[in-house]
């Protein structure tokens, strides 16, 4: 079963502007990205928690999604 998060994840991987613009915003304010992912899934009845959002992302096998988690957490 999918969850909320992971459907998300996949909505925006499939749309260059919205990935383009989180990952710029990722790059220096990554707790603000966070909350953007959320309200993405707000304005398309995909409800997500960051907890939820954290949780998915970190199962995932990506370098840069791991690095960048990290410093959601506020460790880089």
Same mark, same amino acid.
């Given at each position: 079963?999918?969850t909320? %998060?992971?459907k998300?994840y996949?909505?925006? =991987?499939?749309?260059?502007? @919205?990935? /383009? /613009?989180?990952?710029?915003t %990722?790059?220096?304010?990554?707790?603000s990205a966070?909350? @953007?992912i959320?309200?993405i899934g707000?304005? /398309?009845?995909? @409800?997500? =928690?960051?907890?939820?959002?954290?949780?998915y992302?970190?199962?995932?096998?990506?370098? %840069?999604?791991?690095?960048?988690?990290? @410093?959601?957490?506020?460790?880089?």
């Amino acid at each position: 079963m999918s969850t909320n %998060a992971e459907k998300l994840y996949a909505l925006i =991987s499939k749309d260059p502007d @919205k990935k /383009n /613009n989180l990952f710029k915003t %990722a790059l220096t304010n990554p707790k603000s990205a966070l909350q @953007k992912i959320c309200e993405i899934g707000d304005e /398309n009845n995909l @409800k997500v =928690s960051k907890e939820e959002v954290i949780e998915y992302l970190s199962t995932l096998d990506d370098l %840069a999604t791991k690095l960048w988690l990290i @410093k959601v957490r506020g460790g880089l």
